[in-house]
């Protein structure tokens, strides 16, 4: 599968020819589970049951994709959450 990576600002995004693309939130020490909850909220458009799971499975697991869709779609996303000072890639 070829893959080519694209950096913007703090944030590095994956993108691959195939649909079926995520954002992926990885976990660090520095944000709260509220911060991230919120900005899941705002950003992915999750309840806050659906990005207070997200959080915990970060947390727990090291990494999570927290909304799927296409590159156009998530792009924008990605960028909102790595301003607001979290760590995501597209995959």
Request: aromatic share 6%; net charge negative.
């Amino acid at each position: 599968m070829a893959t080519k990576e694209l950096v913007l600002e703090k944030i590095g995004v994956e993108t691959t020819t195939e649909d079926g693309l995520k954002i992926v939130l990885h976990n660090d020490p520095v944000n709260t589970f509220t911060w991230v909850t919120e900005c899941l909220v705002d950003i992915c458009e999750h309840t806050s049951d659906q990005a207070e799971q997200c959080a915990w499975i970060v947390h727990t697991k090291g990494r999570y994709g927290v909304k799927s869709g296409s590159f156009d779609d998530l792009q924008p996303r990605c960028e909102a959450l790595g301003e607001r000072g979290l760590t995501v890639t597209i995959e």
